[in-house]
């Protein structure tokens, strides 16, 4: 059964949003579209979840002592890739808890 969550108007959090709303204001209204109920998982939608996953490859790009930067070539073990093959952030913290 869905729930019906009620948007939240900006100018419920300031007057000065009326407007004049920042990113973030819109990235979190994206997400909240996609809950439905308590058991429904907290995440960005997919325009949040882009910009802020570029603005993260960006930084370390642009940071000569990243990882990224130094290792540009860099492919994670096999073993560290699910079933599909693909290699995900959850495949990588499993294996650091076994480690």
């Given at each position: 059964m869905a729930v019906y969550v009620p948007l939240f108007n900006s100018t419920d959090c300031s007057p000065e949003f009326r407007n004049n709303a920042p990113l973030w204001f819109y990235i979190l209204a994206e997400a909240q579209q996609q809950f439905v109920n308590d058991e429904t998982p907290i995440r960005l939608g997919p325009v949040g979840?882009?910009?802020?996953?570029?603005?993260?490859v960006g930084?370390?790009?642009?940071?000569?002592?990243?990882f990224l930067r130094?290792?540009?070539?860099?492919q994670p073990d096999p073993a560290l890739c699910?079933?599909?093959?693909?290699?995900?952030m959850a495949g990588l913290l499993k294996?650091?808890?076994?480690s």
């Open positions: 979840g882009r910009i802020i996953g570029e603005t993260l930084l370390m790009w642009n940071n000569p002592k990243s130094i290792h540009p070539g860099f699910g079933a599909s093959g693909i290699f995900q294996q650091a808890i076994l």
